[in-house]
């Protein structure tokens, strides 16, 4: 079974993902993109899709899960794709369920972001906040705090090129690394 699920993990040339993370069922990972080691991203109630350009640290869970009243048994429903954009930052230990997310977000240590939220582009949601309500988080909005208070900055956050650059060529050294998923562009020997 776990052969199984290896296969629907698809891997774009330029991304760097680590043997020791954790990718489980249906996940497509975009150009460019960083997974830690022990990164965890698992499709359970549908598949993942992520964009380019994304890091992926330590211990970050990005999970597409069956919701809590409904159990995997039950009239099996339509599976939903969680659609993760391009430049997007997922720090040490952070838990996201968000179903959609677009550019240039941020969420940081500890934090939590539920299932019904969307985060549209350019948030950052600070260390430890939990955010688990039905809602659309404005562009360049910032939660944080013990409170969760929010506020609009007027950029948005830059992406981690240089970052990603530098793990690009560090991770291979100490790290093996999963294969990337070629096209069928070799031909076919009789």
Do not use: W
């Not at 043997?19 to 022990?38: F, L």
């Amino acid at each position: 079974m776990a052969e199984k699920t290896q296969k629907s993990v698809k891997i774009a040339p330029g991304a760097v993902v680590c043997v020791e993370s954790e990718i489980r069922g249906d996940v497509t990972i975009g150009p460019r993109t960083v997974v830690h080691p022990k990164a965890r991203i698992i499709a359970e109630a549908g598949p993942i899709v992520i964009g380019e350009g994304n890091l992926i640290e330590e211990q970050a869970l990005i999970i597409n899960a069956h919701p809590d009243n409904i159990t995997p048994d039950t009239d099996d429903p339509e599976p939903k794709p969680m659609i993760i954009g391009t430049n997007n930052v997922f720090e040490v230990g952070c838990y996201s369920q968000a179903m959609k997310m677009g550019d240039n977000n941020v969420i940081e240590s500890k934090a939590y972001v539920g299932r019904n939220v969307i985060l549209t582009s350019g948030c950052i949601i600070g260390a430890c906040c939990s955010l688990n309500t039905f809602e659309v988080i404005p562009e360049n909005t910032v939660i944080y705090g013990g409170d969760c208070l929010r506020r609009v900055q007027t950029e948005r956050p830059q992406p981690q090129t240089l970052q990603l650059d530098f793990l690009m060529k560090i991770l291979p050294n100490y790290h093996h690394l999963k294969k990337t998923t070629k096209g069928s562009s070799t031909p076919v020997k009789n």
